[in-house]
């Protein structure tokens, strides 16, 4: 190998090295820097300075023995450096005392996780709702705010103000980085849950061609889940969550044919889904099952579930669907599960179906998978002419445009 | 507050409305701009005929410079835009997005200027 050559294959080594520490260990580095401080943007400059000095260190002085532990010492120098900087002009006893503090802690054994502490505070209730998911994936995963942007569909420009808003929130409000006391603990931990599954998006396929809120960021969602679980392995609810999503991403490849359109869930092919998946799933759902404490996600697991069963059986099993719709209802009101259970309830009472449907009109007016229900259950009655308008509304609100495609084609049947 | 959506197209997409793709591409248009007004949020708007009926001015040092075709060729083309009256930004990248040229072209939101300024 040439000088240049092994030159140029160290470099990459070396920037792989350090994308590899960025990737899996952004979130519990961060979290550890942030942790005393609470302030996060402070925490997040320093890491990614110090991520820079090792792009330019490694390639020349090789990969340390322990990259997180040279990234985070070299992160901790950043801080201290930044707070330095700041007392001198501000004279903090406050801040000289955290530095000490600081730099005493380097004795400590440096990997402790405080990365459940750091989902708490994301979905912390003084943090603004629509903000949460967007701040567990920049602080946990790293991701840039025109990334999370895009996939909530809102304007970089605004993400990107929302994120340090939120962020100055915790410092100045001096949110704790803690785990919640146990009465309080249901509700922030149900908050931290909601906040991973809207990053998940809302993938579900349906069977009335409802669109689904774009990909969102489903693989770090189910990232973000996974973690969740690791870190609280008796939730029943967070092991809910996973097999939530799981279930819905093992049809992702059924979802589409092989010209890229839309295949409705009652329509795929089983073998297309991905086995493995829904084997963790079905896995996950039934730990959950041995609390004997269902929730929300619990529910909407086991109804994808049953969704996925009476497709490979073929058999329906709308009594129980239902059933679990109700109870759905019961815990977690959402327009989402109301319009679903009138779906649901097609299979048994087509008219009390759609007054089901009709009673969520007023609320429904822009809501693209309430008129995908409504041409379903219009058609299913016989009312064509009607089931026609509802269907091209639909397609006009749906902006997956193989959904939109499907749509306008069932109007030709 | 007031926005315009203005449709941006390539070639490819503009041409689709004149093949036998052409019932699929106007029953997307259609089904868009009939949900937009369902919801009540249309305030106006048009379809435009292609780039290639355009014609261009420019009156430069008193000279009238007439040029066949769009002001500038690029890639993509405006086919047409329509004023929503929405909420905010974030309820206008909603409708931005469910455009059939979203995905086969882009969709530029610009807000309406109320009054030019000192007026």
Known sequence: MSEAARRGFEDAAARRSVEIAARTSYGRLLALLASRSRDIAAAEDALAEALEAAIATWPDRGVPANPDAWLLTAARRNLGHARARQATATTGAATMALLQDERDSHGAVPFGDERLKLLFVCAHPAIDASVQAPLMLQTVLGLDAARIAASFLVAPATMGQKLVRAKARIRDAGIAFAIPESEQLPERRAAVLAAIYAAYGTAHDTITGADPRGEGLAGEAIWLARLLCELMPDDPEALGLLALMLFCEARRPARRDAAGGFVPLRAQDPHRWDAAMLAEAEALLRTAARHATPGRFQIEAAIQSLHAETVMTGVSNPGPLLALYDLLLATAPSIGARVSRAVALAALDPAAACAALDALADRCATYQPWWAARAHLLRLTGDMARAHAATKTAAGLASDPAVRAWLLATLQE | ?119
């Open chain 2, 1 to 119: 507050m007031e926005y315009t959506l203005l449709f941006l197209e390539t070639a490819a997409e503009m041409a689709r409305g004149e093949t036998a793709d052409a019932p699929e591409y106007w029953g997307a248009w259609t089904a868009y701009m009939g949900a937009m007004a369902a919801a009540g949020v249309m305030r106006g708007g048009n379809a435009l005929m292609p780039p290639a009926t355009a014609t261009t001015l420019r009156i430069a040092d008193g000279k009238w410079a007439v040029q066949d075709g769009p002001f500038a060729d690029t890639k993509e083309q405006l086919g047409g835009y329509v004023i929503i009256d929405v909420p905010n930004l974030d309820a206008a990248l909603e409708w931005a997005a469910r455009a059939p040229c979203a995905t086969a072209g882009s969709v530029e939101i610009r807000p309406v200027m109320p009054n030019p300024p000192g007026t």
